[in-house]
């Protein structure tokens, strides 16, 4: 039995494929397109699922997707009805395209599919599973859990924005809503649009931002604009926003609150936006846990699953853990909108087939997340000669033996080994690696490799065996979703004059032994790197630790800012060429940036639109 799931159409589009209950591939279009959350039907993806499991479409019985295009329809006419005549210029910008394209998707799904099968009968087997299902559907199914309470928390999906259901063996119960317009991924997002970043982009932005801040208009967010009761459920007072009826997140009353008009990208960032991170990321995590505690107390669960755009929030994730809440948490790696897909075809595959659910009693299904495309040596090879690529091809000994070397020595490597990633984050299969002991390692790979903001964190991957050396964290975090305190006795203690430092200035004092992982309260956002599920990044580690006496890497995904993580080999190379990696190791290709042709280097700078 074989279900293909797919989201599209709103951003992050993506496709994955179950197979007799195996989760076998999961892609998003935009490491195939190279547009950043590429919204467009994924047709590669879903040719890649194809391909990986040596089949075409009519193999496949079900497509499921992601959500019901008529109850967003619903939404969108009731919110404009209930807010006339104030945005009508909005309302009309959206009726065309929804008219045009969106409300008929079923017919557009079914076009996209006779481009493989003209004959196949979509009718019968293409489903719609609603939004919050979907995610509920991704949280629960390929978690470890036998039963486990599942919390779903993003902007909107038809009508939810926070969602509660209870997961038991292959049974999905959606419990309780939240409704639009009181959303709190769209709060995050306000305040996101106000500190001047992209929405559904740059909320990783604010995150990383706020620990330079203060929470001091954290009782403002609280007495003015959202009313949050005990048990976590809120309301958001709407004459402060404008994205029920215009076509921008806050208005001016919202400007009038927090101290004058929204921030443009190019414009300096102040101690007031840092603060105003701080301010709204204290009340996500206020409501998250509160949240997680009405969750224990109204179901009972031990375990908590988490999927949605808010499960992301990896600080609001390490918070709630170190409540002692629930035994355990596991969040879905693809938490957005891409993680629909998986979602859609869990929902059909056990909710509708009714189909049996195996656990393999100790890990989640998701296989590491490492579920896209992979290369074989020799392809690699040829493509990369293909390209203009100087490079060795080592044994796979001495390719491991050599990229240790190399980090050892200070270098900043792109690492792209194995199956690519599904989800947000670089997990090792396609990633940039640094000396996590380097004191200059953060700036240098946000400022010359990145090309991004200098105050944004990175992540250390560690051992899995060696975390509690490193990291206060009682769990494993295989996906990058947890983030926990650097343990007592590996930080460095403040001077009074670095204690007395605000904001951006605190960036460049070292506060630990592994300060290029360390974020400026303490924190990090921990991988566990497990030999399981990525062996080669394992045995890199190892080898780093045998020459280094550590553990940690810094990883960071393998892109410049604004691109989306590279897929291929050429994508590898380019990205190599046009950034300031010094060492690119692809399979057992090894190349070094001096050995390359000058005249192939990119200006990768500028090459993509800021995220």
């Given at each position: 039995m074989r279900v293909l799931g797919i989201s599209a159409f709103y951003h992050d589009s993506a496709a994955?494929?179950?197979?007799?209950?195996?989760?076998?591939?999961?892609?998003?279009?935009?490491?195939?397109?190279r547009k950043k959350h590429d919204a467009g039907f994924p047709q590669n993806a879903v040719q890649f699922c194809l391909d990986r499991a040596g089949i075409k479409l009519p193999d496949v019985d079900y497509v499921a997707f992601y959500d019901k295009?008529?109850?967003?329809?619903?939404?969108?006419?009731?919110?404009?009805?209930?807010?006339?005549?104030?945005?009508?210029?909005?309302?009309?910008?959206?009726?065309?395209?929804?008219?045009?394209?969106?409300?008929?998707?079923?017919?557009?799904?079914?076009?996209?599919?006779?481009?493989?099968e003209p004959d196949f009968d979509w009718h019968k087997r293409l489903l719609f599973g609603e939004h919050h299902q979907s995610h509920a559907a991704s949280a629960f199914f390929p978690s470890p859990y036998e039963e486990a309470a599942v919390l779903c928390m993003d902007g909107v999906g038809e009508w939810a924005t926070t969602s509660l259901a209870w997961g038991q063996g292959n049974k999905l119960e959606m419990l309780r809503e939240i409704h639009f317009p009181h959303s709190l991924g769209l709060l995050y997002s306000a305040f996101t649009y106000y500190t001047g970043f992209k929405v559904n982009s740059g909320e990783y932005k604010v995150m990383g931002l706020a620990p330079y801040g203060e929470p001091k208009f954290k009782n403002l967010i609280l007495?003015?604009?959202?009313?949050?009761?005990?048990?976590?459920?809120?309301?958001?007072?709407?004459?402060?926003?404008?994205?029920?009826?215009?076509?921008?997140?806050?208005?001016?009353?919202?400007?009038?609150?927090?101290?004058?008009?929204?921030?443009?990208?190019?414009?300096?960032?102040?101690?007031?936006?840092?603060?105003?991170?701080?301010?709204?990321?204290?009340?996500?995590?206020?409501?998250?846990?509160?949240?997680?505690?009405?969750?224990?107390?109204?179901?009972?669960?031990?375990?908590?699953?988490?999927?949605?755009g808010v499960a992301l929030n990896c600080v609001a994730n390490g918070k709630l853990l170190r409540e002692n809440v629930f035994d355990g948490i596991w969040v879905q790696p693809a938490a957005g909108?891409?993680?629909?897909?998986?979602?859609?075809?869990?929902?059909?595959?056990?909710?509708?087939?009714?189909?049996?659910?195996?656990?393999?009693?100790?890990m989640d299904s998701m296989a590491g997340s490492y579920l896209g495309p992979d290369f074989k040596d020799d392809e690699i090879a040829e493509r990369l000669t293909a390209a203009g690529a100087k490079f060795t091809r080592l044994d796979h000994a001495a390719m491991i033996e050599q990229t240790a070397q190399a980090?050892?020595?200070?270098?900043?490597v792109g690492w792209m080994q194995g199956r690519m990633e599904f989800g947000p984050r670089s997990l090792?299969?396609?990633?940039?690696?640094?000396?996590?002991?380097?004191?200059?390692?953060?700036?240098?790979?946000?400022?010359?490799?990145?090309?991004?903001?200098s105050f944004r964190p990175f992540?250390?991957?560690?051992?899995?065996?060696?975390?509690?050396?490193?990291?206060?964290?009682?769990?494993?975090?295989?996906?990058?979703?947890?983030?926990?305190?650097?343990?007592?006795?590996?930080?460095?203690?403040?001077?009074?004059?670095?204690?007395?430092?605000?904001?951006?200035?605190?960036?460049?004092?070292?506060?630990s032994d592994i300060p290029a992982v360390t974020h400026v309260d303490y924190s990090a956002?921990?991988?566990?790197?497990?030999?399981?599920?990525?062996?080669?990044?394992?045995?890199?580690?190892?080898?780093?630790?045998?020459?280094?006496?550590?553990?940690?890497?810094?990883?960071?995904?393998?892109?410049v800012r604004g691109e989306p993580i590279v897929c291929t080999p050429e994508d590898a190379f380019r990205c190599f060429m046009g950034s300031e990696i010094e060492v690119l190791v692809v399979g057992n290709c090894f190349l070094k940036k001096e050995d390359q042709d000058p005249a192939l280097k990119l200006d990768y700078k500028n090459a993509f639109e800021l995220d």
């Open positions: 994955a494929l179950i197979e007799d209950g195996h989760l076998v591939s999961a892609a998003q279009e935009e490491r195939f397109t295009p008529f109850l967003k329809f619903e939404r969108l006419l009731e919110t404009y009805l209930a807010y006339a005549p104030r945005g009508f210029s909005s309302f009309r910008m959206a009726m065309p395209l929804w008219l045009k394209e969106k409300l008929f998707q079923k017919t557009l799904l079914r076009d996209e599919m006779k481009r493989w007495d003015k604009i959202v009313d949050l009761k005990e048990d976590g459920s809120f309301r958001l007072d709407q004459q402060y926003f404008d994205y029920c009826t215009g076509l921008r997140m806050t208005n001016d009353k919202f400007g009038a609150l927090f101290g004058g008009k929204a921030r443009t990208p190019e414009q300096q960032l102040t101690q007031h936006h840092m603060d105003l991170a701080a301010s709204v990321q204290a009340v996500t995590e206020e409501i998250v846990i509160r949240l997680g505690k009405s969750v224990k107390k109204e179901t009972g669960a031990k375990n908590i699953c988490l999927a949605g909108d891409a993680g629909g897909a998986v979602g859609a075809a869990y929902a059909a595959y056990h909710g509708f087939l009714g189909q049996a659910r195996k656990l393999n009693g100790h980090l050892a020595d200070s270098k900043a090792g299969a396609r990633s940039i690696l640094g000396d996590a002991r380097s004191p200059s390692m953060q700036k240098t790979l946000n400022l010359k490799v990145k090309y991004r903001e992540a250390p991957a560690v051992l899995s065996e060696d975390v509690s050396k490193y990291f206060d964290i009682k769990t494993e975090s295989p996906y990058m979703l947890m983030v926990a305190p650097v343990v007592e006795d590996r930080r460095r203690a403040m001077t009074a004059e670095e204690e007395a430092l605000f904001g951006i200035d605190k960036l460049n004092v070292p506060r956002r921990v991988q566990t790197v497990h030999e399981e599920t990525n062996p080669d990044f394992h045995k890199l580690i190892e080898a780093f630790k045998a020459k280094t006496g550590s553990s940690v890497l810094v990883n960071t995904s393998f892109n």
